[in-house]
C-alpha cells in the first residue's frame, strides 16, 4: 500500500510504503524512489563474564531495547552487561527515515557464588575439612597439607597459620578462584595465681585461672566451682588439681596445681625450772619452727632462736611467739625461778683426844632446801650422806661437807678435828684370872686411839723374863698373856711387866707395873 501526501506548494507527494519508509518523492516533475538500512550487527559467543562489545553497522541512527543493561543504547557500538542469556533488538534509521530491526543473542555464564564451608580456626596438629560447592565442574585445590588437590571436599592438615586457593571451571570453561584461610591457633598458656598454690589447714584458698576462656577442674574435692575461672579450695589435705583450659578457639591445655596444706601443730617453750642464781639454764621452744620471738629478752643469749640460754637476775616468766609455717603462730611461757644457794654453817673445829669421837654437825642458815649431803673423808664417819655424822678420826682430819639443794644449788665447807694422845687412854689391869672361864683370862693393853703395843715384857719376882710379844694390837685379849711360862700353868704370885704404847700420833708411853694372877 502506498500513500501519498502533499509535499508544498508544488502539491509534491511523499511515498510511504508500509514499514514506514519514505520510499518516494512524488513531485509533479519527478517521483524519488529510497531503499531501507542495510543493517548487519555482531553476535558474539557466550562469555564467562559482563561486558559483552555489540556492534551494528548500516544505518545512521540506532535504538536498542532493552537498554537498562547497556553502556549506550542509542550507539553503534555498546557494552551489553548481562547474567545468563540475553536477546537484544536494535533499530536503525536512515537519513531518509528508512528503518529496519535486527535481533541478537548474548550468553553470560553468571559468576558462580562458589561456597566454602570449614573452620577458619584451627588448634595445633588439628585437620580442617573444607567443603566447597556452588557449581558443577572441576576444583583444583592447593595449600599446604591437603588430602586431595582436585576433590570438592578435601582435608586440611596445617602446622601454620595457611590460605587456601581453590579454582573451578564450570561447563563453559569460565573460572573463578576463591580464597580459604585456616589459622592455627596456638593453646592457651594456663596462668594460676596464686602459684605455688599454699592453703591454711580448714581455711579456703582462692585461686584465679587466666589464659583461657573456659576451665574445667579435677578432681571435684573440696573446691566451690569445678568449671569457674575463681574457684574457692577448702585446705584439708595435699592433692594436685588439674585444670583443663579451654581457648575461644576451642584450643585446650591442661595444667597441674599440687594444693600444699599447711598444717598446724602443737606448740610449747617447755618445762618450768629452777636454777640457782648467778647460773644459766637452755630453753627450748617447740613445735612450729620457722620462727620464734621472745617477748621479754632481758638474760637471754638471742630472742629470735628457737633455745637460747636464759640467765635471769631474778625469777622471770618468759614468753615466746612460734611462728609455724605461713599460717599459723602459737604464744608459749615459760618460768625460770632463780634459788639462792644455800648458806651452810658448820660446828666449829676441835682438838680430842686420840680414839674418841666428835659429833660434825652442819646447819642451812637461808632455810633453802637440801637434797643431799656428801662428807669426805668418809672413812671416819658414822655416815657420809647425813647433815650430823660422828667423826672418829685416826688423825688431824679436816673434813669438808658439800650440801645440794633440790634445785641444785651447791655450797661446800669444811671443819678440822685435831687429834692428841693422852696417857689416860691406856688402861692396864692389875689382875687377871686365867681359869679358861671365858672372864679376865688373859692380860692385855687396852686404850683408845692406840696404834700398838711397841713391848710387852712380864717378869717374875726374881727378875725372870716370863712373857715377852712386840708389835702386837691392842685390845685384843689373844695377843695378850694367858697366865703360862713355857707351857705351864704359874701359881698365884705377882709379877712385874715393862710396857711400850704407841699412840694413833705416833706418841710412844712408857709403863710399869705389877700384876698379880688370881685362881
Known amino acids: 500500500m502506498v500513500n501519498y501526501t502533499s509535499a508544498g506548494n508544488y502539491n509534491p507527494y511523499v511515498v510511504i510504503d508500509s514499514s514506514g519508509c519514505q520510499v518516494a518523492i512524488h513531485t509533479p516533475d519527478s517521483i524519488h524512489i529510497y531503499a531501507i538500512p542495510a543493517m548487519t550487527v555482531t553476535h558474539p559467543a557466550p562469555s564467562c563474564v559482563p561486558g559483552v562489545p555489540l556492534s551494528v553497522t548500516g544505518a545512521d541512527h540506532y535504538r536498542w531495547i532493552p537498554d537498562s ?6 550507539c553503534g557500538t555498546t557494552i551489553a552487561n548481562p547474567y545468563g542469556g540475553f536477546t537484544y533488538s536494535v533499530t536503525g534509521v536512515n537519513i531518509h527515515m528508512c528503518r529496519d530491526t535486527l535481533t541478537t543473542y548474548v550468553f553470560v555464564d553468571p559468576r558462580r557464588n562458589i561456597v566454602m564451608d570449614g573452620k577458619h580456626n584451627v588448634c595445633p596438629g588439628e585437620c580442617d575439612t573444607i567443603a566447597a560447592s556452588g557449581i558443577t565442574g572441576n576444583y583444583v585445590w592447593t595449600g599446604p597439607g591437603l588430602s586431595c588437590s582436585i576433590c570438592e571436599d578435601v582435608i586440611a592438615c596445617t602446622p601454620a597459620s595457611a590460605v587456601y586457593t581453590l579454582v573451578t571451571t564450570d561447563s563453559f570453561n569460565c573460572s573463578d578462584t576463591n580464597f580459604f584461610t585456616i589459622d592455627v591457633r596456638p593453646i592457651p598458656t594456663i596462668f594460676i595465681s596464686p602459684e605455688p598454690a599454699v592453703a591454711c589447714v580448714n581455711d579456703s584458698l582462692s585461686l584465679l585461672a587466666q589464659g583461657a576462656a573456659t576451665y574445667v577442674w579435677r578432681p571435684n574435692i573440696n573446691i566451690s566451682c569445678d568449671t569457674c575461672d575463681r574457684p574457692s579450695i577448702l585446705g584439708v589435705t595435699n592433692l594436685v588439681y588439674t585444670v583443663m583450659a579451654t581457648s575461644i578457639y576451642g584450643c585446650k591445655n ?15 617453750a617447755g618445762t618450768d625450772t629452777t636454777i640457782c642464781y648467778g647460773q644459766s639454764v637452755p630453753l627450748f621452744a617447740w613445735g612450729g619452727g620457722d620462727g620464734y620471738q621472745w617477748v621479754n629478752p632481758a638474760g637471754l643469749s638471742s630472742a629470735t632462736i628457737r633455745n637460747p640460754i636464759a640467765k635471769p637476775d631474778s625469777t622471770t616468766i618468759y614468753e615466746v611467739i612460734i611462728k609455724e609455717n605461713a599460717c599459723f603462730k602459737d604464744t608459749a611461757f615459760v618460768r625460770v625461778g632463780i634459788e639462792s644457794f644455800p648458806r651452810l654453817g658448820v660446828s666449829p673445829g676441835a682438838a680430842i683426844i686420840a680414839g674418841n669421837q666428835v659429833q660434825l654437825r652442819t646447819g642451812i642458815e637461808n632455810h633453802v632446801p637440801i637434797a643431799s649431803y656428801r662428807w669426805t673423808p668418809a672413812n671416819t664417819l658414822s655416815c657420809d650422806d647425813c647433815p650430823n655424822p660422828l667423826a672418829t678420826p685416826t688423825a688431824n682430819t679436816t673434813y669438808s661437807v658439800t650440801v645440794t639443794s633440790v634445785h641444785g644449788c651447791i655450797t661446800d665447807t669444811f671443819v678440822t678435828i685435831n687429834m692428841f694422845c693422852d696417857r689416860s687412854e691406856v688402861f692396864i689391869p692389875n689382875t687377871f684370872t686365867p681359869n679358861n672361864d671365858g672372864l679376865n683370862d688373859a692380860f692385855f693393853v687396852s686404850g683408845k686411839g692406840l696404834n700398838s703395843i711397841v713391848r710387852m715384857s712380864i717378869y717374875n719376882r726374881w727378875g725372870q ?6 708389835h702386837i694390837a691392842p685390845n685384843d685379849p689373844s695377843a695378850g698373856w694367858d697366865g703360862t711360862f713355857k707351857g ?19 706418841a710412844v708411853y712408857h709403863f710399869q707395873g705389877d700384876i698379880s694372877i688370881v685362881r
Open 69 to 74: 543493561i547497556l553502556s549506550c543504547d542509542t
Open 254 to 268: 591442661t595444667k597441674e596445681i599440687p594444693l600444699t596444706v599447711l598444717q598446724h601443730t602443737d606448740a610449747g
Open 465 to 470: 723374863l716370863v712373857f715377852k710379844l712386840e
Open 488 to 506: 705351864s700353868t704359874l701359881q698365884p704370885d705377882a709379877f712385874i711387866y715393862l710396857i711400850d704404847v704407841e699412840c694413833e700420833l705416833g
